[in-house]
């Protein structure tokens, strides 16, 4: 499985945007991108998921550049609600090994008013 | 959609008891869920992939007859924490993905069950 390496923190004003860069040098051809939150005694909550290019859902943007061996998550105007862990994973489609992941250390972001 | 319940959310037991914990795929059917574990401030740490009708595939280092896992249906799997020592207290997660034939989907998360061992 590929590993992935992200910040350990991150601060931010509420209303900014926050960028968080994962890199991913040794990404497979058959690997997706999936970006996670998670809050404090919660499960992991699904954000985003890309294969390249970008992707973008009501809640965030994923741009992924043509190597795919990064990928920056981005929230638009984050708020103090915004603060969590986020994880980026980098694993195979459900077809091969049963698509499981195996998550890094995260990005602790930390909204401040 | 895609709702995957954890029960229960939060166990304390003597040491010695087994406990069982359930996770349930709400609105779709998983072939194959994931239970993780998760100590404070660290990450998640995959444990075993469950998938139904089969038996259940370990990562290294877990041990297969301390951590039973059970997938008897396509919404259900349960994992339990047979004689559980003051070592086994932790967060447990599951997870579990729809089945599709096409779409890659992602992995959907419970929301936990936090075991305490006394």
């Known amino acids: 499985l590929a590993k992935t390496t992200q910040p350990i923190s991150m601060d931010s004003y509420e209303g900014q945007e926050v960028n968080i860069t994962c890199s991913h040098n040794?990404?497979?051809?058959?690997?997706?991108i999936t970006w996670y939150q998670q809050f404090p005694s919660q499960g992991p909550r699904f954000i985003i998921q890309?294969?390249?290019t970008k992707v973008t859902n009501e809640v965030a943007s994923l741009f992924i550049p043509a190597d795919r061996k990064s990928s920056t998550l981005s929230l638009p105007r984050v708020s103090l609600s915004d603060t969590a862990v986020y994880y980026c994973l980098v694993g195979p489609r459900a077809t091969d090994s049963w698509g499981k992941l195996q998550f890094g250390a995260g990005t602790q972001v930390v909204v401040t008013p | 959609g895609a709702v995957v319940s954890q029960h229960p959310s939060w166990v304390i037991c003597k040491s010695g008891t087994s406990v069982k914990i359930e996770c349930r795929s709400l609105?779709?059917?998983?072939?194959?869920m994931f239970w993780y574990r998760q100590f404070p401030k660290q990450s998640l740490m995959l444990m075993a992939t469950s998938n139904e009708g089969s038996k259940a595939t370990y990562e290294q280092g877990v041990e297969k007859d301390k951590f039973l896992i059970n997938h008897a249906s396509l919404t259900l799997s349960t994992l339990t924490v047979t004689s559980a020592h003051p070592e086994d207290s932790s967060f447990y997660i599951c997870?579990?993905?729809?089945?599709?034939?096409?779409?890659?989907?992602?992995?959907?998360f419970g929301d936990g069950t936090r075991l305490s061992i006394l």
């Open positions: 040794n990404i497979a051809t058959n690997d997706y």
């Open positions: 890309g294969y390249k």
């Open positions: 997870s579990a993905r729809e089945d599709h034939e096409t779409s890659n989907q992602p992995q959907h």
């Open positions: 609105d779709f059917q998983a072939t194959t």
